[in-house]
């Protein structure tokens, strides 16, 4: 398999990369009650998260179109993927020693580990992949509380049990620090993948087009180390705080 960069799709995720730091240094600074704001609430918040991973997931189901083009092999995906679950992992044990009542055991690499999976697996299925995305957004949009409802009442399936929330059919929000379920996040990925095999197929995608503006080759270089950068960025952030005299 040959591997070949898309500079706009890396600039796309750099984009996205430095929108989170923004967020999360403000998510930081309400945690030091620095600023006082309402991130679980307020719209202007809410939605900028909502943007954020959609973003990241878009950007991610586009990422498997474009591998799934070139040929990648289930090994060479399994190194990826395994990289991701570690680094999930590696959230879950930081989140529970920061935030012990409402650390991260599923959050968006944990999401991300299981969708990339289930898109890996419905690649075959080409541009069913979009109507697929769009049911499972539809779902949660318009059926989600009420399935989970059904459910408790008909069989005795809680899904808002910690065992099954991860499935998004809820019907309260659970107590952690980030929340990034299947349902609707899985249908952002498949329209993510299902956009860029039509750009694929139409040609409308250039690669390395790096020679353009000075903001679009810095973020589409940053944009190829996500995966390392989300791992490390807060730990940056509190460290600053944390010499800058801030305690939490």
Do not use: E, K
Request: charged share 10%; glycine share 8%; proline share 3%.
């Amino acid at each position: 398999m040959t591997s070949r960069r898309f500079d706009t799709l890396d600039a796309i995720r750099g984009l996205a990369m430095v929108w989170m730091t923004v967020f999360h240094f403000c998510f930081d600074l309400n945690n030091a009650r620095i600023i006082q704001q309402d991130f679980h609430h307020d719209p202007f918040w809410t939605w900028q998260r909502t943007c954020i991973l959609s973003l990241f997931l878009l950007c991610a189901g586009a990422g498997q179109a474009i591998a799934h083009a070139q040929g990648q092999s289930w090994r060479q995906f399994g190194q990826r993927w395994l990289q991701i679950a570690a680094a999930a992992g590696i959230v879950s044990l930081g989140s529970w020693f920061m935030f012990p009542n409402s650390y991260i055991y599923f959050g968006v690499l944990h999401g991300m580990a299981v969708m990339l999976l289930l898109v890996r697996l419905m690649a075959p299925s080409g541009a069913w992949c979009a109507v697929a995305g769009a049911l499972v957004i539809a779902i949660h949009l318009i059926a989600g509380p009420a399935i989970s409802s059904s459910a408790s009442d008909l069989s005795g399936l809680d899904f808002d049990a910690r065992w099954l929330n991860w499935l998004g059919l809820i019907t309260r929000l659970p107590i952690t620090q980030d929340y990034v379920p299947l349902f609707p996040w899985l249908g952002v990925m498949l329209l993510g993948f299902a956009g860029m095999q039509v750009l694929l197929r139409s040609h409308r995608l250039g690669q390395s087009q790096i020679g353009s503006s000075w903001v679009h080759r810095n973020l589409a270089r940053l944009g190829r180390y996500s995966l390392s950068y989300y791992l490390l960025h807060q730990p940056v952030l509190l460290g600053l705080l944390w010499l800058a005299g801030i305690r939490f």
